[in-house]
């Protein structure tokens, strides 16, 4: 089975707590902090390989985590690392926030990574804390949570030429007659229900990749027949190649289909403005007179209709060599050609200034620093205690509390928990 949808949740792993703890000897009785800092979480990232070809495997697991990181422990020793997670896809995956929407990442070429959530960095111990002014200090942090999210995964297939086009006017033809492709070819509609990829030589030494895109009827995009789901691949291609039946097999009207399928391609933003080069197919099943009273009726409607038979193989050679002269006229865009194969996206921002809020007669303290510092730091000891009251200071939070009115022994509420702050 072929599966280019999925919707999976990842998550990263924390990071190791710190410790506080003293190496204590006969001579030194108080001891030198050696506690040591916890290893980060591992994170959480998406790779594009041309060995995965489907997101089936994403229908049977749906949850990925990567590893904690390790606690510190005494005599400096630094907590283990958490393992990351890679997770292999399709090329041509589009990763998408399952919740907003928005695109985090287009692995488009082989070897593409994006990193969609961060290891939580790992707290650290009580050595890290000590300076000349904090010899023995009672301070540690906890490590930091992971990042968590629903992300939704699109393959779209690569191609250059994305073959559309009613059911049952030989696509599937097409392309097994250009390319050396096998795909299944029958006398009835919906044959194809899954793109096909087939590489044809174009005979001037080039050679372009067709993808054969399941049938589209009138009212696709309302979801008739297979919906326009598939049309979804075309929008990687650079140029499409739109199929009618000359032959009108159907018991259709070739000029009339062309015109019908055109409003469901306009209905995709992506698909508007391709070059499209219109062929019709099935030209071995009328006479010479018929096919060019044809040709004839589509110029006067403005279209340059290209006589093509699959099964004679007539029109295919000129056919190709025009696809190949558009391909050259409309080159990808420069941004994916010159994209490096590896390619990290960052996905939290970076450190943000602080607000202070009045709310319900209380100050409010909001901040993604303020708030980690919250979070991170064990505030069970005094000299943590003093430690944060010191990094408020720094930030600047204390000055902007004076200047909302902040008293020395008022409460102040930061990252949920109320504090008493001497100011
Ligand atoms: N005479 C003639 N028959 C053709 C030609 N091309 C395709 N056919 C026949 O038309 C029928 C449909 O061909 P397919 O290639 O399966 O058509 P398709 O567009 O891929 O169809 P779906 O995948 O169902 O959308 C088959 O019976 C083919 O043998 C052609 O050029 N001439
Ligand atoms: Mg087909």
Do not use: C
């Given at each position: 089975m072929w599966v280019d949808e999925a919707k999976i949740h990842v998550a990263s792993g924390r990071g190791g707590n710190g410790l506080i703890s003293f190496h204590r000897t006969r001579t030194n009785p108080r001891g030198t902090p050696d506690g040591g800092s916890g290893g980060r979480g591992g994170d959480v990232l998406l790779r594009a390989t041309r060995s995965v070809g489907t997101l089936l495997q994403f229908q049977n697991q749906i949850h990925f985590r990567a590893g904690h990181g390790g606690h510190g422990g005494p005599n400096c020793r630094q907590g283990k690392n958490g393992t990351d997670l890679v997770i292999h896809v399709p090329v041509g995956t589009v990763v998408r926030d399952a919740g907003t929407g928005e695109i985090l990442a287009d692995l488009a070429t082989d070897g593409a990574e994006a990193r969609i959530a961060r290891g939580g960095r790992g707290g650290r111990g009580n050595k890290a804390f000590t300076n000349s002014a904090r010899q023995a200090p009672w301070i540690r942090e906890f490590g930091e949570e992971g990042e968590e999210r629903w992300i939704r995964l699109e393959l779209r297939v690569l191609a250059d030429v994305g073959i559309i086009g009613f059911p049952n006017v030989g696509k599937s033809s097409l392309l097994a007659r250009v390319s050396r492709r096998k795909v299944k070819v029958a006398p009835y509609p919906f044959t194809t229900l899954a793109p096909n990829l087939g590489l044809a030589e174009v005979g001037d030494g080039s050679s372009l990749v067709l993808a054969d895109l399941p049938g589209l009827i009138e009212g696709a995009h309302e979801g008739k027949g297979l919906g326009d789901r598939f049309l979804r691949h075309a929008t990687r291609a650079r140029v499409l190649l739109h199929v009618v039946d000359?032959?009108?097999?159907?018991?259709?009207d070739p000029l009339a289909d062309h015109g019908l399928l055109r409003r469901e391609i306009e209905a995709w933003e992506e698909l508007r403005a391709k070059p499209e080069v219109v062929a019709g197919n099935k030209a071995d099943l009328l006479p010479p007179e018929r096919v060019s009273a044809e040709v004839h009726r589509f110029r006067e409607a403005g279209i340059e209709l290209h006589p093509i038979s699959a099964v004679t193989g007539r029109g295919i050679r000129e056919l190709l060599l025009l696809l190949g002269r558009k391909l050259q006229e409309n080159p990808p865009p420069l941004a994916a050609a010159e994209a490096p194969a590896r390619r990290v996206w960052q996905l939290t921002p970076d450190r943000v200034p602080f607000e202070v809020a009045e709310e319900e007669g209380q100050l409010v303290v909001r901040g993604p620093a303020v708030e980690r510092l919250v979070r991170r730091l064990?505030?069970?000891t005094r000299d943590a205690q003093e430690y944060f009251q010191t990094r408020l200071e720094r930030l600047g939070v204390l000055a902007a509390l004076k200047r909302r009115g902040f008293r020395p022994g008022s409460t102040v509420r930061i990252g949920g928990q109320e504090f008493e702050l001497t100011g």
């Open positions: 000359l032959a009108g097999v159907e018991g259709r064990d505030l069970s």
